[in-house]
Structure formats: structure tokens, C-alpha cells
């Protein structure tokens, strides 16, 4: 009879975990800890046990040996690296880009919002493939401001 008790309560705990790991894996809002940037617009997440490469979405950095693009990486970096954050998608846009990484907005430990920082100081611009984003408008505001102030990449 106990060893029927201890079976049971093992397939329990079994199946609760797969289902709080199941919803996880299919939260739109993931959170998880920023552990490596590649550029100025493209981070490795760990999310629960896996590590998550994540492009943010609505922007595009410098790529490596263009102007600005060492201080792209280095602004993600300072702002990004070794934090929480909550990688929230777009239902307008595909989960995954040609070369599977995660699509998301990266919000910050103060609820900011990557991209736009970056867009707003002027270390990326706005990138739109397919569809318009959802954030599209502001960050576009934020672009024409940066643009009008000649910051960073617009010196270029």
C-alpha cells in the first residue's frame, strides 16, 4: 500500500512539473537573466534551463566593424547584461527569425524598453521585415529623434 502511495505521489509531482514547465514554454512573456550579448541587438537569455538566443525585435545595430557598432554592443551590454529581463512577443511578427532566434521586445528590470532605448540614443535603427510591429510608431518617433539630434550612428 505504500509503495502504491509513494507511486502515485511521484507520477503527481511527475506531471505537476511538466505542466508548470509546458505553460512556461508557452508564455508569451518569458523571463529570464541576460548571460551573454553577440551585438549591439541580439543577447543570450537563459530562460528556465535553456539558453535563448533572442534578436530584439523593431530594431538593427551596426554590424561588427561598421561605425558604431562596438558601442552598440557596449550600450546593450551596459544595459542588458547580467540582468532579469521579460522577452515579450509581438503577435504580428513570426516567433522565430531565418536563423531561429526568438523575435521579442526585451524589457529591462525598470520596465524600459530595449530597443527603444537603443533606437532613442541613437545605436540602432528601426527594422521592419513583413509586417509593421506593434511598437512601430513610437519607435519611429523615437528614430526621427535621435536622427534630428545626429546621435551615434547618424554621425556616421
Known sequence: MRR?????????????????LRAAADDPDRRGLVVGIVDGDTLDVRVLAT????????????????????????????????????????SSQPERD?????????????????????????????FVIGRPFERLKSYRKAESLGRAQRASIWRC
Open 4 to 20: 502504491l502511495a509513494a507511486t502515485l505521489i511521484l507520477l503527481v509531482g511527475i506531471a505537476a512539473g511538466w505542466m508548470v
Open 51 to 90: 539558453r535563448e538566443r533572442v534578436r530584439v525585435l523593431g530594431i538593427d545595430t551596426p554590424e561588427r566593424g561598421s561605425c558604431f557598432s562596438r558601442r552598440a554592443a557596449a550600450e546593450t551590454s551596459r544595459l542588458a547584461l547580467g540582468r532579469r529581463v521579460k522577452l515579450q512577443r509581438d
Open 98 to 126: 531565418r536563423f531561429d532566434r526568438l523575435l521579442a521586445y526585451v524589457e529591462l528590470p525598470d520596465e524600459r524598453d530595449l530597443g527603444l532605448e537603443l533606437v532613442e540614443r541613437g545605436f540602432a535603427r528601426v
